[in-house]
């Protein structure tokens, strides 16, 4: 059996870092973690090739060399993934599709002809166990949240690692919140179900094996979500295992706010190697808050939370929403205040959309205000719903926070408040690579030389040399993705 997998291209996003990855010549942040762990679930005799559209082009020879064709995609990547169907389709190959866009949507994708739902280690082996057998069916769906702790090492053969600014792994699925506006929930459930140590030790093993030194991305839902079972086996464990390979890898996740009121947990994560992570900050307005369930950022000075963390050595990147029914006139200000003085560098604003199947589409529709289906990009200027707030004064101040927050004073300013607060953990060797090296010399031409504002550059370098020489090299990479949110918000 051949099998070809395709990871649809994203679209430029904030969060794509397209215009900020050239500076380091690579072509996309991470490769596909769901299509190469996929792959490791498959037969060991098949022949399996992966082509990630980000890095790589789909040529028609690809599509026919298969005799099915597997694809996966978020919402995000709606538009590519429907031009694959099409192509796939005129070429008369068989397409698999599975993945959180198509578990929630299936009947939107005509020109499927199977769908592997929800999560594989409860619908592949259906899936394969019936191909076997010659008795396949449309749907393969199940409501059960599966134990994750026989998922394979995903297979780092499949991607060209040196085309990717990071790896991803993963340790848990599911988070113990239920944000009126997340999907996440209804995708893998509210009790996190984790790997053990020694099975996500030995997926890093595997990928350290296989040569990637660098930036790795643990994609879970909310890291957090079980803190006793990080701080008795998790992390003492991850802590071993960096220390005695010298730290070759560092580690951004995703995590809630209250890791702040955990000052153990927070520096057995950054002995581990973290140094990174992306916390839903939302708004500072209590009342919209409250509104969308957001209870673990309420009652606390959200500004210290994200202060403490920086301080304690973790770069904290932040979510932000505009546009819920309790956002006063003033939110857009709010927002900015807040935005500024928190030091968070890297601050994706986005207008509240509601996801098909969550709390707020069902809300939504019960108030006959829902409008269509949310296309993946909240940073696009298009909301799915009828807001309580007027649509174009939602977006006069929205246009205007992302305009004041990523102007080039008030984004390197923003920066000075973060390389203030900054404490980082020296936890191993200083490398500077080529590319990195490679990186500054770019910089210094485009952001230098060629655009305009270039005195905020030089003034930002020359205030790290002098005030914060060790902090240097995040000072480059900050003012580098200061480049590529200028040039995204130029398409809003």
Excluded at 283 to 295: R, V
Aim: glycine residues 6%; positive net charge; proline residues 4%.
């Amino acid at each position: 059996m051949k099998i070809l997998m395709i990871y649809p291209e994203t679209p430029s996003t904030f969060w794509s870092f397209r215009n900020a990855l050239k500076f380091i010549s690579k072509k996309s942040s991470e490769p596909p973690l769901g299509l190469m762990t996929i792959a490791a679930m498959l037969p060991k005799t098949w022949k399996i090739k992966l082509i990630d559209m980000n890095v790589s082009s789909l040529n028609d020879k690809d599509i026919l060399w298969a005799d099915y064709v597997f694809l996966s995609g978020m919402d995000v990547h709606r538009q590519s993934f429907l031009q694959v169907i099409k192509r796939c389709n005129e070429l008369q190959v068989k397409i698999v599709a599975g993945g959180p866009m198509v578990t929630i949507s299936h009947s939107e994708f005509l020109g499927v002809d199977h769908f592997v739902l929800n999560e594989a280690e409860v619908t592949l082996p259906q899936f394969l166990a019936d191909l076997e057998k010659g008795t396949l069916k449309k749907i393969y769906k199940s409501d059960s949240f599966p134990d994750i702790s026989n998922t394979p090492i995903p297979r780092w053969d499949l991607v060209e690692t040196k085309r990717y600014a990071n790896m991803c792994v993963q340790y848990s699925r599911g988070c113990p919140y239920d944000c009126e506006f997340c999907l996440i929930t209804n995708l893998n459930g509210h009790r996190p179900r984790a790997k053990s140590a020694a099975q996500f030790l030995a997926e890093l093993e595997s990928l350290f094996q296989f040569g990637w030194r660098g930036g790795v991305f643990i994609v879970d839902d909310n890291f957090i979500g079980n803190k006793k079972k990080l701080k008795s086996e998790f992390l003492p464990a991850l802590i071993h295992w960096s220390e005695e390979k010298q730290y070759p890898f560092s580690f951004v996740t995703e995590v809630s706010i209250n890791l702040a009121d955990d000052d153990e947990l927070v520096a057995m994560m950054v002995k581990a190697g973290f140094d990174h992570a992306f916390v839903g900050v939302e708004t500072p307005n209590d009342a919209s808050l409250e509104e969308c369930g957001k209870k673990q950022n309420r009652n606390r000075n959200l500004v210290e939370s994200i202060k403490k963390l920086h301080q304690k050595g973790l770069r904290v990147s932040g979510g932000f929403i505009v546009g819920f029914d309790n956002d006063p006139a003033n939110i857009f200000d709010q927002q900015i205040d807040f935005i500024q003085k928190s030091g968070i560098v890297t601050a994706m604003v986005g207008l509240l959309n509601a996801p098909t199947g969550t709390r707020l589409s069902q809300r939504l529709k019960a108030e006959n205000r829902l409008l269509d289906s949310w296309s993946g990009n909240n940073m696009d200027g298009a909301v799915n719903f009828i807001p309580k707030m007027s649509y174009q004064n939602l977006m006069l101040g929205y246009k205007k926070l992302l305009s004041t927050i990523y102007s080039q004073g008030q984004y390197y300013l923003r920066v000075k408040t973060f390389l203030h607060e900054y404490q980082p953990r020296i936890t191993g060797k200083s490398r500077i690579t080529f590319n990195e090296l490679w990186a500054f010399v770019r910089s210094i031409w485009v952001l230098g030389i060629l655009e305009k504002g270039k005195r905020y550059y030089w003034k930002l370098l020359f205030f790290s040399i002098f005030k914060y020489p060790k902090k240097f090299g995040i000072t480059v990479m900050l003012a580098i993705y200061g480049f590529h949110f200028r040039q995204i918000i130029k398409t809003i």
